[in-house]
Structures are given as structure tokens and as C-alpha cells.
């Protein structure tokens, strides 16, 4: 049975390109890149080469890149290292409702040390309200931190304008790249973006690896003390291949990102037509004009979106309900509930990601067995 | 390539030359990684040395914008250009020498009213004296940098342009030494260097270059000052006129220089400048600018080159510069004792610093001796 994969938005099949050559260095560069001697000085080579190449495409500088293990990591270091230098207490933060869980729980531990914490609020499309941003500063907001595009719905926020709100008002912005970077062409510079965080696994790079974006001058504390690793933002032996294999990934993320993200939109949206027009009862989630294009958050009526997923990998196909982070646990996406759905809409929500290697046939297939799962579902919870 | 034409005098391959190990002093910037370049298509066995002379007072503040040499930022540059080159580079951690014997120097001269050359001493003891110690015990058989000098008969000299003088900076260092520096670019004007660093593909061939002290940020070198001896050094007090009327008040003498008309904050009929500093009285004497003349400069901490002892300077007639922009004022020098020269000059110096160097020099531009003004 042939495995359909529609879960990309949490995480992606490796490309053989970059494994191969993160193969080669595993094999080839193993000295630590903090070492005096020649094969020390390979791998720091290795590790410079990738960082450059990662930071001429976001067309920043590579002194601005900070490689960490992850996305979570990153968004750790970008809150909590900024309120660290500014002394955390009486500190204001400003976020939203639908940030991933790192960004929320990260933040309710810094309510702990004293600092002000406001969630904005967004409408039924997923979006904030600018002009309650604009109400919602300060004298003492520090930092202001939005998700680029949202994870689960996929709704794309306007960091251009929020940026400009941020310079204005000397804020440090803020991004969370993880879903964004290797999809949407754009550069933080533009935008006034301060610190943003990006993670390798989301566009078919390695686990393991992620990176935030510090702007120059902005002044931020490390969290994972011991070494001065990452211009000493960062303690730890960096993990050189993983960081060889985010360049690659990078590379080849950026050869496609148009084109791709038009086949993928065209595919998703081929995909969700087909959906409405065969199974009775479905919503689409999130900002159907700005949203990602490979996202497709569905609320399906009268049907448990758990037992959808399982029967639904039963046939070998994987999609996900709400995000990966929260999957294990009955309690409904945080993001959906923002929405303004119920518990129960909540419950009854899927989400499918399209990725490089799906195509029609998975597309065809899977609604296909959507159909079949859904009137199952529907049938016995008349019964039950 | 065409561009590389004009520069092919430096660009020619020696078979002989593989068989020398050179180290160059790589600082990051356009000039030490261009001489990389060239060593390296010379055949020279090449080996690439940065010195980590300074951390910075805020170990993480490394401001894009803040200009200072040898920050992280530098040290990651010299080493992609090593990268680059494909040849090994290693950084000497020689910060707690720096800090005793530049740094503290620095500190100490300002307590007293003089105005340091912190190159001169740097050049002396730690980079052309520890950094070129280290590059021999790597094997190395010349130490090159990219300074605009040249070497005459084994002895120190300027450039074509007397005007662009960056050996004034390098008279301190010992005669012994000299044997093993090369000046590959010394004959090329800083237009040219970057033409041919651009051309060879340097990777930071329009990296913008340092003017100021190194290890203080911006040129901020009162806050430099304020924050090493915790504000101790920084105390008010009156500016007089010679004859003892005070005209104003400073906040610090360290804000002074010799010469320093503006920032007196002091209204008078006519233009004041600072004529001497009294630390002891923690005064800043000013008067008119036909005070600043003198024909003759003291110097003292001597450091020979084409002669073997202090003595053998008296009656010699040369010319010398109390500044490092100075012009040469031709004349002879007066031996006092076997540690102090006096010049006597035949046209007349303005603004005499003490604590920056009294150089001379030949009629070609041959470093002759070096001294501190006194």
C-alpha cells in the first residue's frame, strides 16, 4: 500500500540531495569546528560556507544567523533573550492568540518572572486587527511577536505593516518564520523585522536544526549557557552536518519557491474543490485569499476528526488534526478555538498539507478515501 | 584578465619560493588579505596569523556599526580569507599583553597630560614583537604585512608619498626584527590595492577600513577613559591663560590635545588653543596659535636603526616629524644624554605633543631613529 503524505506542515520528507550530502559531511567533517587544528578548521569551514549561503538568500548578513536546534529553540531564545537583557519585570510583550505552542508556553513562563504578557485577538479568518496592535502598545513594550503563517490554518499575517508599526514605535519585531521561509519569498530587512525564527525540517531539510535571525544591534542574552559558540549567543558543539543540510535544503527551497508554491496552490485548491462538491457539510479554515498554499484546514460536521485520522492512515494516508505539538492529547487546537470555533467544530477539524512530492494521484486518492471515511464516520455517530 | 595586467610584477609564480614559509598578519581588512593573495600566487608557502588582541568592554556588543579592528566580525574575515586562499590560519590570543602593555600605557599617558601613540608601542611589543615571535615558532621565515612601506638595505622606509607615512607607526619596532618583514603591497597607493583586490576576487575588497584606535569603539575614546578607571580619571577643573587667569572650566583633561582649539567652551577676543596640559594641577593652559611654534622637540625611549648608539646621532643632520602627518622639518639632532635627543629644526613645529613620536628620517625615507616626545 503505497504511503500518501499530507502532513508537510509538520514535517517534511528529507530531499536525496541534501541527505547525501550531509552523509558526506557526517563522514568527512567530524572535528568540532571550535578545534585550533586543520580538521577543526573543515568544519568551521563547512559550518561558515552554509551560514553564508542561508543569509545571501535571505539577503541579511551571516554574522546574523544563530543556528539552534529548532524552531521551538529559536522562538525560546528570541523571547526569553530579549527579556533577560532587559531585566524581564514590568516588561510588556504583545502576541497573538495563534501563535505556535513554543511562542504561548514560552510566554506564560515569562508571565512568571514578571512580565506583562497581551494576546491579540483574531477574527474568523485568522487575522489580527492592526489598529487593536496599535491600542495595545505601551511605554513598556519590549517586543512584539507575530507568526508569519500560521501553522494550522495557514492565514498569513501583514508583518510588512506590523514591522513598520514596530520601527515607529522602536519595538523589537519579532517573526516566526517556521512555516513561512521556503514558501514566501521575502527578506527581514524589508520589513523590519528584529529577530525571526526558521527551522530546516519544514522544507525538506534536516531534523534538528533551526536558526534565528538577529539583526545587528539588537541586543539579546543566551539562554543555553557554558561555550561561546554562535558569537556567544549560543553554547554547544554546532551540529555540522544538520547546518550543512539546512544550507542545501535552503538552496533548493528557494530554486523552486515560485513555482512550487503555484503548484501546490493549484493542487490544494483542485483538492478542496473536490471536496466540497463530494462530501456534504465542510468548512475551510483560515483567510482563503492569504493564506499558505499548501495549508487546508477542514471542519468536517458531524464527523470526530480523530477517528478520521486513523482510519484515514489505516489506508495509508496522513494528514494531521490540529498541529503535531498538540497530537496526543484530546484538547482541542488553541488555534481553531481563536477562530471562534466551539469545542466541538474544534474536535471535528482536520488539516492536510500538500508538500513537493504529492501530485495529483495522492490528491485523487485521498478524497477518494476522505469520502468513504467521512460517510462511515457520519453513519455510525448517527448510531452512537 | 585585463585589470590584472598593470599588477603582474606581483603576480609572478618563483619556483624557489616554495620552499619559504611566509605568515601574514591577517587583520581582516582589504590591504593584509590582498598581500594572502599575492604571497600565494608569488608560490610562498603561505600561513595565515590574526592576533585576538581585544574583546571589547561588552564582550556581545559587536555592532555592525561600530568601528573597531580585530572585533569578532575581523577575525571571522580573516579567517574565510584564509578559507579562501585555502591555506591554514590560526589566531593568537595575545589580550592580556595588549591589555598590560597598550592599553594600561594608553591609560596612564592621559593621567599625565600626554597624548599616547598607542600604534607605536602596539607595533613594538606586541605585533611586530609577540605576534611575529609566534609566526616564527610556527616556521615561518617572514612575517608580511600590508603596510603601504618599504625595506632598504634591511632598514625601515616610506613609501614612494612621504605624505601617506605609515612606517612613523612602525619606528618603534626593534632593528632585529626587520630581517624578517615584508611589505608586498608597500609600493601600492590604497586606489590601487582595492583595484587589485577586486580584481584577484578578495572577498572583502571594499571592506571600509578602521581609522581609529582599535580597541576603542567609534573613537570614543573619553568614555574609553571614563569607563577603564571607573571616572577617576575625568575630574573638572580650570582652563588659565599663561599667566595664570582662569578663562574656563573643562570637564577632564583627557578631552585635550596639544593644539585643540575646539571644545574649549571659551568665549575670548581671539582664538585660544591649548598650549600645554598640567596634570599635576589638573589645569589646561591655552593662549594664542603663534604660542604653538618651536623649533626644537625633545625625545626620549630611543629605538636605532642606521645607528648603533644614541651618541652616534649627535650633529646628524636629517629630518624628522612630530606627528605621524607631520611634514619633514629638516635639521640635526642634539644629543642631552644617552637617553634623550633634541632636534633642532630650521623651520619651526606647531603643536609639539608630548607622548607622540619624534621619528627620523633620511633624505630617501629610511627610518633613521624613533623617539617619544617628552
Not at chain 1, 6 to 33: G, H, R
Not at chain 1, 191 to 212: D, E, Q, R, T, V
Not at chain 2, 128 to 138: F, S
Not at chain 2, 359 to 367: A, M, P, R
Amino acid at each position: 500500500m503505497k504511503e500518501i503524505y499530507l502532513d508537510n506542515s509538520a514535517s517534511t520528507q528529507i530531499d536525496t540531495e541534501v541527505l547525501e550530502y550531509m552523509f558526506q559531511i557526517t563522514k568527512d567533517c567530524y572535528a568540532n569546528p571550535s578545534s585550533v587544528h586543520k580538521l577543526g578548521q573543515k568544519s568551521r569551514r563547512v559550518m561558515d560556507e552554509s551560514r553564508e549561503t542561508i543569509a545571501m538568500f535571505l539577503k541579511v548578513k551571516s554574522r546574523e544567523l544563530i543556528f539552534t536546534s529548532s524552531g521551538s529553540e529559536a522562538n525560546n531564545l528570541a523571547l526569553r533573550g530579549i527579556m533577560k537583557s532587559t531585566k524581564y519585570k514590568g516588561n510588556h510583550i504583545i502576541s497573538t492568540k495563534i501563535e505556535h505552542s513554543s511562542i504561548l508556553k514560552t510566554l506564560e513562563d515569562l508571565e512568571k518572572e514578571g512580565v506583562e504578557v497581551t494576546l491579540l485577538d483574531v477574527d474568523k479568518y485568522g487575522n489580527i486587527n492592526l489598529d487593536e496592535l496599535k491600542k495595545a502598545i505601551k511605554p513598556s513594550t519590549r517586543l512584539i511577536s507575530i507568526i508569519h503563517a500560521n501553522n494550522e490554518i495557514g492565514t498569513i499575517q501583514d508583518i510588512k505593516s506590523i514591522g513598520e508599526i514596530c520601527k515607529a514605535k522602536n519595538i523589537v519585531f519579532h517573526v516566526d518564520a517556521v512555516q513561512s521561509f521556503g514558501k514566501i519569498l521575502f527578506y527581514p530587512e524589508e520589513y523590519n523585522i528584529n529577530l525571526m525564527s526558521i527551522a530546516a525540517h519544514k522544507f525538506y531539510g534536516p531534523k534538528g536544526i533551526g536558526a534565528l535571525y538577529i539583526s545587528s544591534g539588537t541586543k539579546l542574552e543566551k539562554i543555553i549557557t557554558g561555550g561561546y559558540q554562535e558569537r556567544n549567543r549560543r553554547a554547544g558543539t554546532e551540529n555540522i552536518p544538520a547546518i550543512a543540510g539546512f544550507a542545501k535544503a535552503t538552496e533548493l527551497a528557494y530554486s523552486i519557491i515560485h513555482a512550487e508554491s503555484q503548484r501546490e496552490k493549484e493542487l490544494r485548491d483542485y483538492m478542496e474543490a473536490l471536496i466540497l462538491k463530494n462530501i456534504p457539510f465542510v468548512t475551510i479554515n483560515g483567510d482563503l485569499n492569504n493564506r499558505l498554499s499548501n495549508v487546508s484546514s477542514l471542519t468536517i460536521d458531524n464527523a470526530m476528526a480523530e477517528s478520521i485520522l486513523f482510519n484515514l492512515d489505516l489506508r495509508g494516508i496522513c494528514i494531521s488534526a490540529g498541529s503535531a505539538c498538540s497530537s496526543g492529547t484530546l484538547n482541542p487546537s488553541h488555534v481553531l478555538l481563536a477562530l471562534g470555533h466551539d469545542t466541538k467544530m474544534a474536535k471535528s477539524s482536520i488539516r492536510v498539507s500538500l508538500g513537493k512530492f504529492n501530485n495529483k494521484e495522492d490528491i485523487d486518492e485521498f478524497v477518494k478515501q476522505l469520502e468513504l471515511v467521512v460517510e462511515q464516520e457520519r453513519n455510525l455517530s448517527d448510531l452512537y | 584578465m585585463e585589470n590584472l595586467k598593470k599588477f603582474e610584477h606581483l603576480l609572478q609564480f618563483k619556483e624557489e619560493n616554495k620552499a619559504i614559509t611566509v605568515a601574514v598578519g591577517m587583520s581582516g581588512g582589504v590591504d593584509s588579505s590582498t598581500v594572502g593573495y599575492l604571497l600565494k600566487k608569488q608560490g610562498y608557502n603561505v600561513i595565515g596569523i590574526t592576533m585576538k588582541h581585544w574583546s571589547g568592554m561588552d564582550e556581545y556588543a559587536t555592532d555592525s556599526n561600530s568601528k573597531s579592528c580585530c572585533s569578532l566580525d575581523d577575525i571571522h574575515d580573516a579567517r574565510r580569507v584564509c578559507d579562501d586562499l585555502e591555506i591554514p590560519h590560526y589566531v593568537v590570543n595575545l589580550t592580556e599583553p595588549f591589555k598590560n602593555i597598550v592599553v594600561d600605557y594608553f591609560i596612564d599617558e592621559y593621567a599625565k597630560g600626554r597624548t599616547p601613540n598607542p600604534c607605536m608601542v602596539c607595533n613594538r611589543h606586541i605585533k611586530l614583537g609577540k605576534l611575529m615571535e609566534a609566526a616564527l615558532k610556527l616556521g615561518a621565515d617572514y612575517v608580511a604585512t600590508g603596510h603601504y612601506a618599504r625595506i632598504k638595505n634591511g632598514l625601515l622606509s616610506t613609501g614612494d608619498d612621504p605624505r601617506k607615512d605609515q612606517v612613523y607607526f612602525l619606528s618603534q619596532m626593534k632593528k632585529e626584527y626587520v630581517k624578517y618583514l615584508m611589505f608586498p603591497i608597500g609600493e601600492l597607493e590604497k586606489p590601487q590595492v582595492r583595484e587589485l583586490a577586486k580584481a584577484l576576487g578578495v572577498r572583502v575588497h571594499a571592506k571600509r577600513e578602521s581609522q581609529e584606535i582599535c580597541f576603542v569603539e567609534d573613537g570614543k575614546y573619553k568614555e574609553f577613559l571614563d569607563t577603564m578607571t571607573n571616572g577617576k580619571i575625568s575630574k573638572a577643573g580650570n582652563i588659565i591663560l599663561e599667566n595664570g587667569t582662569i578663562v574656563g572650566r573643562h570637564e577632564g583633561i583627557t578631552s585635550y590635545t596639544i593644539g585643540q582649539r575646539k571644545g574649549l567652551g571659551v568665549s575670548y577676543h581671539e582664538p585660544l588653543y591649548v598650549l600645554k596640559i598640567d596634570s599635576e594641577k589638573n589645569e589646561v593652559i591655552v593662549g594664542s596659535d603663534d604660542k604653538l611654534f618651536r623649533n626644537s622637540v625633545i625625545g626620549s625611549d630611543i629605538n636605532l636603526f642606521t645607528v648603533d648608539t644614541v651618541n652616534d646621532l649627535n650633529e646628524l643632520q636629517c629630518s624628522a616629524k612630530a606627528r605621524s602627518r607631520d611634514r619633514l622639518h629638516k635639521g640635526y639632532v642634539k644629543v642631552l644624554n644617552d637617553k634623550e635627543i633634541e632636534f633642532i629644526s630650521e623651520d619651526m613645529f606647531r603643536a609639539v605633543t608630548p607622548g607622540q613620536g619624534l621619528v627620523l628620517y633620511t633624505e630617501d625615507g629610511v627610518v633613521i631613529a624613533s623617539s617619544f616626545i617628552k
